[in-house]
């Protein structure tokens, strides 16, 4: 069976780590259709809200969370925590109507420089997600350290274990959209 997959990066960067680490995950997840969202919003402000109404491209990303059989977050670490683009979608997709995370499998990884692969952006992720009622992925957990190191010439990721976790990561994720 074909599931539709929203891929979110915290990276806005076109060759960042965490989009190569969605795309692996996309490719060990299997058939599926992948959609990649787009988290470069205007900043959330109440004013512009009330001036111009939710922004088109962020009505269509919460579009896509709803349409979407399971969502997959990336991450990097920035000052211990997700990125602001990241943060700031997320203020964003609040806004809409209705709850399009709700009941939504979610999965969540992190790729960053340093050698804890963004274990703590990845907390912070958590609870910013609590609000919205998603089925969070509690495990296995990937934590991608020294992430500009980690995948090859063609985007593969090269560590057996970071393989085998993120393999077993999207196998849950499998098993939660199913439930």
Same mark, same amino acid.
């Given at each position: 069976?074909?599931?539709?997959?929203?891929?979110?990066? #915290?990276?806005?960067? $076109?060759?960042?780590?965490?989009?190569?680490?969605? *795309?692996? &995950?996309? /490719?060990?997840? =299997?058939?599926?259709?992948?959609?990649?969202?787009?988290?470069?919003?205007?900043?959330?402000?109440?004013?512009?809200?009330?001036?111009?109404?939710?922004?088109?491209?962020?009505?269509?990303?919460?579009?896509?969370?709803?349409?979407?059989?399971?969502?997959?977050?990336?991450?990097?670490?920035?000052?211990?925590?997700?990125?602001?683009?990241?943060?700031?979608?997320?203020?964003?997709?609040?806004?809409?109507? #209705?709850?399009?995370? $709700?009941?939504?499998?979610?999965?969540?990884?992190? *790729?960053? &420089?340093? /050698?804890?692969? =963004?274990?703590?952006?990845?907390?912070?992720?958590?609870?910013?997600?609590?609000?919205?009622?998603?089925?969070?992925?509690?495990?296995?957990?990937?934590?991608?350290?020294?992430?500009?190191?980690?995948?090859?010439?063609?985007?593969?990721?090269?560590?057996?274990?970071?393989?085998?976790?993120?393999?077993?990561?999207?196998?849950?994720?499998?098993?939660?959209?199913?439930?």
């Amino acid at each position: 069976m074909t599931h539709t997959l929203l891929g979110l990066s #915290g990276s806005l960067r $076109r060759a960042a780590s965490n989009r190569k680490l969605l *795309a692996e &995950a996309a /490719r060990l997840f =299997g058939a599926s259709d992948v959609v990649t969202g787009d988290i470069n919003l205007p900043l959330y402000d109440g004013d512009y809200e009330d001036a111009n109404g939710i922004p088109e491209a962020a009505q269509l990303l919460s579009d896509q969370i709803a349409a979407a059989d399971a969502v997959i977050i990336s991450t990097p670490e920035y000052n211990k925590g997700p990125s602001g683009a990241l943060k700031n979608a997320l203020d964003w997709i609040s806004r809409t109507k #209705g709850n399009p995370w $709700r009941d939504k499998p979610v999965a969540i990884m992190s *790729a960053a &420089a340093g /050698r804890a692969g =963004g274990e703590r952006a990845q907390i912070v992720l958590r609870g910013y997600l609590v609000p919205f009622q998603p089925r969070l992925i509690t495990g296995p957990e990937v934590h991608l350290a020294a992430s500009m190191d980690a995948f090859d010439d063609n985007g593969h990721l090269t560590g057996a274990l970071y393989i085998k976790t993120l393999k077993a990561l999207m196998d849950r994720l499998q098993v939660e959209i199913i439930r």
